[in-house]
């Protein structure tokens, strides 16, 4: 079978295994009893909640151990306004989204800026705080709940039973599935599977992180207003003990076992731990004379044995049950109208000046008092011993780090002190020493990343999947840029499959989907074999000719000193020498320098 | 509210603050080590508190069940990797610790429980049957994780404090209990009458404190885990044994968690669940000190102490909302003080 072929025999499983949820779904009312029925009701609330956390905890990597606040106040919300004030309950659905979001809006502002232990400490915290809220508030009816929540109807079709309900909550669910599924798959998307592990190159490419959480912790915590109104309606009361803190330990347990890293995890994390509370519950009191919480302990002994055996939760392992593959790659399309092009700068032009730049670690300096300029059009090599500054001083120049002091202007403008994200827009894009590849997503999502700033749709838009123009313009773009560097044929590999010296090469190929003006490389050439060198120069040679400035750090000196027009030479933070390769390679502090001194 | 209600509330909250503050260390210790956020940290509180009130009464506390089939289980895994790597030598030690350690504390338990010995024994057989729990469970739950990132750290400690409580509920009941005082006595200074369980408290909160910082300054072992806590592949290459220090860490946590349930035992009713939300004032405190600094999460704890015991003067209902939202304005502080962008290792 043709490459294309296997592809598109995948799509086809994977669609086949959606095709056969949907119709267990749509068959499940009329086959099953009235308490699975119910059953499967539960599964869908649940398995709204548990999406929300897939996307918050195994996609962006912030945990919440809040979200059953966030259900009772939709539920809450809409039980108070239709009981007290006889209000519509669709009213209560945008009330209680309203409060959900100003409350998610207010404690996402505050914690996801912080290390990633403050938010899930936090979420604790505040719910129990909530859960004593509801407790002690008169109108709220205090620890007794309210009772007597009317039924939800649509255009006169009152959902007053349980089936009723499984085609509500089950098409919301859906939904809400479908839509994270989209979202995953788009520039929002993959700037989100960025967030956990790979923060700094997502802002390094335009991505602003703190906004993009914030937008995740909102959308989860809607989800879980959602699921709190459509429970406040269907089960009709509503008590402080259904959003106790172990229920939010629950929905967090669900997306871990489901695997908390796909969008499926969700459902089978919601109907495995919803169909084992009540199996255990109906099973174990037949062994145990006392009573007590048992189900509470299996399920703590459950997360112990799925985190120290199989981290990634059941999910990936159906997966490889149902299909023995992953799902299938996100292929690029053959054509797509070009995306705009940034203004290439007149050949005269100052490009990057570095003036008296210090950067100190506590006592350590590492880069002390450092100047020198990058002109348009020419490729100028930053060499030195390991530990001279160099790295450190891309960090600073794009804006990773933030300098002590001195001045850095690109094309006249100060840079010194903006957010890498700011600079990235001015048209720096770089690479990293230490490969910084999101090693699930394929080359070709990766490279995508680096076109973030050339793209504008937002999560909504991707969603409802509003966005599939300005997608194949940009994915396009990235597999452009994928085969100017010559790595067509792994365009749809996981790009942690890769030997290292070709992920750097992938790093090159996601700077230039930036369409940047300067182009910042740190050790481009490290772990590649010769003739892989020698393409990788005549790419760089190329890029020159068209424009692109580029500034790189390199060991290699056949490489550098056969491709580079100026070298600027480093040692313990300054600037040693500075001049053509020839002056370089016979300079005495250089020499000195490498070779250590003759005294 | 007039001065002596005042200075009453005061000597109520001080005298929380001081166990809070106890716990915060514990807490910020084990985390710095060894990057669990120990949240069963309250299971201890609670297990040691409810042994010593069921002792009191003659009864056989189930704690000791616990730590029997902890160890058993501990063992077992210990056994396992013996007999894979075949190194033999190693077995006396996990015998002794995890079988027979248990389970003559276990028999010593069942004999003196219904003897109703001194106060003083009772408190000793309480940390004999808790302490060692802390090395168990690190060795269950977390040894095998040690390099897993903190979020999935977290998560085991949930999943530990979720079998723990329902443990608890097993062997201790729903009911709430109650431990006698070690000193009856009362004091009047000036207008305010101060009980001597208070300052009993305070005193065993402050020495316990000074005697971890001088392990912590001047001791070999604390030098240990204070390199391990600053870098673990750095502690590793000069000769610490990590899994040594995990396992000290979490020794130092069960005993203090194990001395603060003893110290709060007598002042207030405990039940099954209490010491989840009592560990987690803790933490309030810990966070209130930024997660960093010893002394500041000392002061956090006894300002949460404080502020919970005024709002139950003003608010009772609503006491614990006050104190799980008092961390709010502080992440605020602290989020407006940092400008890094986050992201975890892989």
Same mark, same amino acid.
């Given at each position: ?37 119910? *059953?499967?009701?539960?599964? $869908? %609330?649940?398995? @709204?909640? !548990? +999406? =929300?956390?897939? #996307?918050? /905890? ?34 209560? *659905?945008?009330?209680?989204? $309203? %409060?959900?979001? @100003?409350? !998610? +809006? =207010?404690?996402? #502002?505050? /914690? ?488 | ?346």
């Amino acid at each position: 079978m043709s490459r294309s072929g296997v592809a598109r025999f995948a799509a086809l499983r994977t669609h086949a295994a959606f095709v056969a949820f949907v119709a267990f779904l749509i068959a499940a009312p009329f086959v099953l009893s009235e308490f699975n029925v119910t *059953l499967m009701n539960y599964i $869908g %609330l649940a398995t @709204l909640v !548990a +999406l =929300g956390l897939v #996307l918050l /905890t195994g996609v962006a990597g912030l945990m919440s151990f809040g979200q059953q606040a966030f259900v009772g106040i939709g539920a809450y919300v809409t039980a108070w306004l239709t009981t007290a004030y006889g209000a519509s309950p669709w009213l209560g *659905l945008l009330a209680g989204f $309203g %409060l959900t979001g @100003l409350i !998610a +809006l =207010g404690i996402g #502002l505050i /914690t996801v800026r912080l290390s990633g232990h403050y938010l899930p400490i936090s979420t604790i915290a505040w719910g129990i705080a909530v859960y004593f809220v509801f407790g002690n508030l008169e109108a709220l009816g205090k620890y007794n709940g309210l009772g007597g929540v009317p039924a939800v109807s649509f255009l006169g079709w009152t959902v007053d039973t349980g089936r009723k309900y499984y085609a509500v909550i089950w098409i919301a669910t859906l939904c809400a599935l479908v839509a994270a599924r989209n979202l995953l798959d788009s520039r929002a998307g993959r700037a989100v599977r960025a967030l956990r592990f790979r923060a700094t190159m997502a802002e390094s490419f335009g991505v602003d992180t703190a906004r993009l959480k914030l937008v995740i912790f909102l959308y989860a915590a809607l989800l879980a207003s959602l699921s709190g109104w459509l429970y406040a309606h269907f089960v009709r009361f509503v008590s402080p003990g259904a959003f106790t803190v172990n229920i939010g330990i629950e929905y967090l347990f669900m997306a871990v076992v489901g695997g908390a890293s796909q969008v499926w995890g969700a459902v089978v994390g919601a109907s495995v731990l919803t169909l084992l509370k009540e199996w255990l519950k109906d099973i174990l009191p037949k062994f145990f004379e006392q009573s007590g919480n048992y189900e509470v302990i299996v399920f703590g002994l459950l997360m112990i044995f799925v985190l120290h055996l199989a981290r990634h939760g059941l999910m990936p392992i159906l997966a490889r049950l149902g299909r023995g593959n992953r799902s299938p790659a996100v292929a690029a399309p053959a054509a797509a109208p070009a995306l705009a092009r940034r203004p290439r700068p007149r050949a005269a032009e100052p490009l990057l000046a570095v003036a008296g730049v210090h950067k100190n670690f506590g006592g350590l300096a590492a880069v002390r008092g450092l100047s020198f300029e990058v002109r348009t059009g020419e490729i100028l090599a930053l060499i030195g011993p390991n530990g001279a500054g160099k790295s450190t001083l891309f960090n600073v120049v794009t804006g990773v780090l933030r300098a002590n002091g001195g001045a850095i202007r690109f094309r006249g403008e100060r840079i010194d002190g903006l957010r890498a994200r700011r600079i990235a827009q001015r048209g720096i894009a770089r690479t990293f020493q230490h490969v910084n590849l999101v090693g699930t997503m394929t080359v070709l999502e990766n490279v995508a990343i680096g076109a973030h700033l050339r793209g504008t749709m937002g999560t909504m838009a991707a969603m409802l999947r509003f966005d599939r123009d300005e997608e194949r313009r940009l994915l396009h773009e990235a597999a452009r840029q994928v085969e100017r560097v010559g790595l067509s044929a792994h365009l749809a590999k996981p790009a942690a499959s890769l030997p290292l010296g070709l992920q750097r090469v992938v790093e090159i190929a996601r700077a230039l989907a930036a369409d940047p003006v300067l182009l910042l490389l740190d050790e481009p050439a490290a772990g590649l074999r010769f003739e892989e060198k020698q393409a990788l120069a005549e790419l760089l040679r190329g890029l020159r000719d068209e424009g692109i400035s580029i500034l790189l750090v390199e060991h290699d000196m056949d490489f550098v000193m056969g491709l580079v027009d100026r070298l600027v030479v480093m040692d313990f933070g300054e600037k040693i020498a500075e001049g053509l390769p020839r002056e370089i390679q016979s300079h005495p502090a250089v020499i000195e320098a490498y070779l250590g001194g003759i005294d | 509210m007039n001065s002596d209600i005042f200075l009453w509330l005061v000597q109520d909250g001080v005298t929380n603050g001081a166990i809070y503050a106890l716990l915060a260390l514990a807490l910020l210790l084990v985390f710095a080590v060894t990057r669990v956020i120990f949240v069963p940290q309250g299971e201890f509180i609670t297990f040691a508190a409810l042994s010593l009130a069921l002792l009191e009464s003659g009864r056989t506390p189930g704690t000791l069940y616990i730590l029997v089939f902890g160890g058993l289980a501990a063992a077992t895994i210990e056994l396992f990797g013996i007999w894979r790597q075949r190194t033999w030598r190693r077995l006396p030690r996990i015998a002794a610790l995890y079988i027979a350690l248990p389970v003559v504390v276990a028999l010593l338990v069942v004999w003196a429980a219904p003897r109703k010995f001194d106060q003083w024994v009772q408190v000793l057989l309480v940390l004999a049957m808790v302490v060692p729990l802390g090395p168990i469970v690190y060795r269950l739950a977390y040894q095998p994780l040690a390099n897993a990132s903190v979020l999935v750290l977290f998560i085991v400690s949930m999943a530990v404090h979720y079998v723990l409580t329902g443990l608890s509920l097993i062997f201790f009941g729903g009911e709430g209990l109650r431990a006698r005082p070690f000193w009856d006595a009362k004091f009047t200074l000036g207008v305010v009458e101060i009980s001597a369980q208070s300052i009993f408290v305070v005193a065993a909160s402050v020495v316990l404190i000074l005697a971890l910082w001088l392990l912590f300054e001047h001791s070999i072992h604390g030098k240990a885990l204070r390199a391990t806590a600053m870098n673990r592949v750095g502690a590793r290459l000069v000769g610490i044994p990590t899994v040594l220090t995990g396992h000290m860490s979490f020794l130092l946590a069960s005993f203090i968690g194990a001395v603060s349930g003893i110290l709060i035992a007598p002042i207030t009713t405990l039940y099954y669940d209490t010491g989840f939300l009592i560990g987690l004032k803790g933490f309030v405190g810990a966070i209130l000190g930024g997660m960093a600094s010893y002394p500041l999460a000392a002061v956090g704890s006894v300002a949460v102490g404080l502020l919970e015991s005024f709002s139950s003067f003003w608010a009772s209902a609503f006491k614990e909302v006050i104190v799980f939202t008092l961390i709010i304005p502080v992440l605020v502080w602290l989020s407006l003080r940092s400008r890094h962008v986050e992201e975890e290792e892989e």
